[in-house]
């Protein structure tokens, strides 16, 4: 390859105007192909197709538009004013056809006629005996002691069996959220009885009694939340982001009519719009201030100033370039693949930079401009050609791990060096020699010459062997630090933080104790649906689960719970008319009282199988004072003992008013459990709500969702996650969602970081063996890359930084990266005839030009990359080629002085020293 660089030389010589405009044509061309590109978030899209979690995935995306939900939130202390925000939310939404139409369910509140129709059947049977023992007399009193005799008998005294999943949490909780609203509204009855008609206050006492809070209030009652189902594919981009600004519109103003309240959003829906707008950011912000500093960079470290401009110039046209091939052939990238733009600008500016370094200095040195050119090719061609190789190959051999992630990136970046490294050997010594011939003006500006680089040179070959023992003393120690690093498994924390949809996702978090992104599962009958249910309410690590096994009991269970609800159909009337006295009101008082202490003790007694927490305890909390005194947290609502205070004060007004109130209410709870006891026939599919059905169940009625919501603590808990993953994977093979995936995704990156390194390690190795023809030379070459490896990975725990899903797969990488600057320091010793001060002056302020505006490049996606794992991508790689460079310019010179003198001469010395 001896005569190839001159000939390149001569041809752009002869043809750079030529270059230039194909250049500009091709650029041109390239920009409408790049503004094509898609960016996708989703996780499993960085996994093979083949992946089993990847094709359970697909099939939720197919019947199940993915499964996903958007959550909406109402943050308030007026329940009445949550409630008519949420209704005006749906109202607006439902009024907007253009947004309605991507949306397959609205589930903002119970269906009271379906509950009322089929309730009872969804009772267990033994529960609808003790319904009817509580339904022999329905008035008040008789009533609230019956509850009180209930609560003990299936609480109290059978905790553990019935406080022990979290579908009886659940169930506790929605209770106890019914028994708030229920004497809230009867404190208020008594103590205002003109502000509703008595007829009203006794329905809506009776339906609050029986059916419970119709909407979805947090345990404390700060928060409401309601879900919508879209009807599209959430990794239609278009689609989904149009849907979340209608959303956004819709939001912004009901917000204005109700400024007491927070209107909030989050789940797999709003994260996902969200993180299209902040990966447009991050795909432009991070690379302009990378470009800004790189410039501010050159405009003190190269001369001329148009060399400088063209260098810039020429980068630009490489990166679009390559993103121009990607429009044509990916189309549609991955995460980590967005992140690519500051890689070429760290790396594709390095070849520009090799030339341009030494075209100034041959000119300054005397040489014509196309002389200067000539020489440049000569000197530094091969040099740079074969860092530019390494590096590409490196990547390329990506494509062999398995990986679908590392082989798109791989892939995507190889060719990206190879069109920079044209664009920088073409392009700009195109410009150089149709611009640049001009005698430049003369800068006012200080330029550095980094000549500090030839003392340093010549200090480390006077003193290798103590370089050489420091070194080999920091990289053992270092070595043993580097199995500190842990990997971090908390998907959240690698998004953008200020997201409001993430901001969202903590707050449903800690009010509803769940985690908002689901595990699914489709099965192909109702019977499976029904088995993988149970095994699901059954996990601790289950919040809540959705499926319509819930709405559907097996024949024999409904032939069971038939014969029970006859029964209570044929009770008879269930009330008196009954006249309360005061003395009455001292038993009704002392039966309100023994239910808050029975509440206490319920909320005790849950400890022991849901934890110190759980969400029986948070409601007991919110509803009742601290059991331990005000002082070790907020007093709670104090529901029972406002209503008890108030019956003390007078009883015989409250006596007259309760009787009159019983009246009506009586009558409207016998009306509505005869209402609710008329069914006596099993409930099929045809008989849910549209909603439920809609979203349970495939348009073709032969494909059921289970979705099941983690709990809390399982994103907090150390390894939870793949624990998680590993009980899922445990109960079926079937269930995916965002854990699994992403547990899945860890053991395909983690195996293809290993294999990655491997394969770039030998395939640089042995491409350096080829051209180099030289065991010795090459091994030299790779020892910045290896101990640089090392000196980062031992020092990433020390600054106390973490792994992540992300930045672990991007740590094959930096052995593509490291190799250049051995490569060069390496290449130039065997062309400068091995004067060590020649290649430092000749090669070391590129090398550290080169490895500044690489830091520079990831350095920005650390910095103000918006993306927490993107910015992790940026740190961990302005690490390992901090440490490469480092290596480069001590270890590898003190290596190549071994066994050698300095060798005197004209390039020994900077004549202009400290410039």
Not at 333 to 342: K, R
């Amino acid at each position: 390859m001896g005569n190839l660089w001159p000939r390149v030389a001569a041809f752009v010589l002869k043809h750079h105007k030529g270059i230039v405009v194909t250049t500009v044509i091709l650029v041109f061309l390239s920009i409408i192909s790049a503004s094509k590109i898609q960016v996708t978030t989703k996780m499993k899209d960085m996994l093979p197709a083949d992946n089993p979690q990847v094709q359970m995935k697909d099939e939720v995306d197919r019947y199940f538009s993915g499964g996903t939900s958007l959550f909406i939130t109402i943050e308030g202390d007026d329940r009445e004013a949550m409630v008519a925000c949420a209704e005006a939310l749906v109202a607006e939404i439902e009024a907007r056809t253009g947004l309605r139409e991507y949306i397959r369910t609205i589930n903002l509140k119970l269906d009271k006629d379906f509950v009322t129709k089929w309730g009872l059947l969804l009772q267990e049977a033994e529960d609808l005996a003790d319904l009817k023992t509580r339904f022999t007399q329905v008035n008040l009193l008789p009533l609230l002691i019956a509850v009180n005799d209930s609560f003990e008998e299936t609480y109290i005294e059978n905790s553990g069996e019935e406080l022990s999943t979290s579908k009886q949490e659940n169930e506790a909780v929605a209770m106890l959220g019914g028994m708030e609203t229920f004497f809230t509204l009867l404190r208020n009855y008594l103590a205002d009885p003109e502000t509703v008609p008595l007829p009203e206050q006794g329905a809506r006492l009776a339906e609050t009694f029986l059916l419970g809070d119709a909407y979805a209030f947090s345990p404390d009652h700060s928060m409401l939340m309601f879900t919508l189902t879209p009807a599209f594919a959430i990794d239609d981009f278009a689609i989904l982001v149009k849907f979340m600004d209608g959303i956004k519109d819709v939001i912004a103003l009901v917000q204005r009519d109700y400024p007491q309240l927070v209107i909030g959003y989050t789940g797999d829906v709003a994260i996902q719009a969200d993180e299209q707008y902040a990966l447009r950011f991050d795909m432009l912000v991070p690379s302009l201030v990378a470009l800004g500093v790189i410039f501010l960079l050159f405009l003190f470290s190269i001369q001329p100033f148009r060399a400088m401009l063209f260098s810039l110039l020429s980068l630009v046209v490489g990166i679009i370039l390559n993103y121009g091939i990607i429009g044509i052939t990916l189309r549609e990238i991955n995460m980590l693949t967005s992140t690519l733009g500051a890689l070429l600008i760290g790396l594709g500016i390095d070849y520009g930079i090799q030339f341009v370094t030494n075209y100034s200095l041959y000119q300054k040195e005397g040489y014509a401009p196309d002389d200067a050119l000539r020489l440049t090719y000569a000197k530094t061609g091969m040099g740079t050609f074969l860092a530019a190789l390494t590096t590409a190959v490196g990547f390329f051999v990506m494509a062999l791990t398995g990986s679908e992630s590392l082989s798109e990136y791989g892939i995507t970046a190889g060719i990206g060096i190879l069109t920079c490294f044209v664009a920088m050997f073409l392009f700009l010594p195109a410009l150089l020699s149709w611009f640049g011939k001009k005698t430049p003006a003369k800068t006012r500006l200080p330029v550095v010459e980094y000549g500090f680089l030839v003392d340093l040179g010549l200090f480390i070959q006077k003193n290798r062997i103590a370089v050489l023992v420091v070194g080999a003393f920091l990289t053992g120690l270092l070595f043993f630090t580097m199995f500190q690093n842990q990997v971090d498994l908390d998907l959240m924390a690698l998004e953008p933080q200020e997201m409001p949809s993430i901001k969202g996702y903590y707050k449903v978090m800690e009010e509803y104790g769940l985690c908002p992104l689901s595990a699914l599962a489709v099965t192909t009958s109702l019977e499976e649906a029904r088995i993988l249910t149970k095994k699901l309410e059954a996990e601790d690590y289950i919040a809540q689960v959705e499926s319509l096994a819930t709405y559907i009991p097996t024949a024999e269970e409904q032939e069971e719970r038939l014969a029970a609800i006859k029964e209570i159909r044929e009770m008879g009337r269930r009330y008196q008319e009954l006249s309360y006295t005061p003395a009455d009101i001292g038993r009704f008082i002392d039966e309100v009282q023994r239910l808050e202490w029975n509440i206490i003790e319920i909320g005790d007694l849950s400890v022991a199988g849901l934890g110190e927490n759980n969400k029986i305890v948070q409601k007991r909390n919110h509803m009742i004072r601290e059991i331990f005194g005000a002082e070790t947290g907020r007093p709670g609502r104090e529901v029972f003992q406002r209503l008890i205070s108030l019956l003390k004060t007078d009883p015989a007004l409250y006596a007259d008013r309760l009787s009159r109130l019983d009246t009506h209410f009586a009558r409207a709870m016998d009306a509505l459990i005869s209402q609710m006891a008329a069914v006596q026939r099993p409930i099929t599919v045809e008989d849910l709500p549209d909603q439920i059905r809609d979203q349970l169940l495939s348009s073709d009625g032969k494909r059921n969702l289970v979705m099941a919501y983690p709990q809390q603590s399982i994103m907090s808990r150390e390894n939870g996650l793949r624990l998680f993953a590993q009980r899922m994977a445990g109960l079926s093979p079937r269930i995916t969602g965002m854990a699994m995936v992403a547990v899945s995704w860890l053991k395909e990156i983690m195996d293809g970081t290993v294999k990655a390194g491997v394969y770039i390690f030998l395939t640089v190795f042995l491409l350096l063996l080829f051209s180099m023809k030289s065991l010795r030379r090459s091994l030299f070459a790779l020892v910045p890359l290896t101990v640089g490896m090392v000196w980062m990975l031992g020092l990433h725990p020390l600054l106390g930084w973490r792994m992540n899903m992300v930045n672990i797969g991007v740590i094959p990488l930096i052995i593509g990266i490291g190799i250049d600057y051995g490569v060069h320091i390496v290449e130039r010793f065997t062309v400068e005839n091995e004067d060590l001060g020649a290649v430092f002056r000749y090669t070391g302020k590129a090398l550290l030009l080169s490895a500044l505006t690489t830091m520079i490049g990831f350095g920005s996606l650390g910095l103000i990359g918006s993306f927490a794992g993107v910015a992790s991508i940026g740190a961990i790689l302005f690490l390992g080629i901090t440490t490469c460079i480092a290596a480069a310019l001590t270890l590898t010179p003190a290596l190549l002085s071994l066994g050698r003198k300095p060798v005197p001469g004209k390039m020994s010395t900077w004549p202009e020293r400290g410039k």
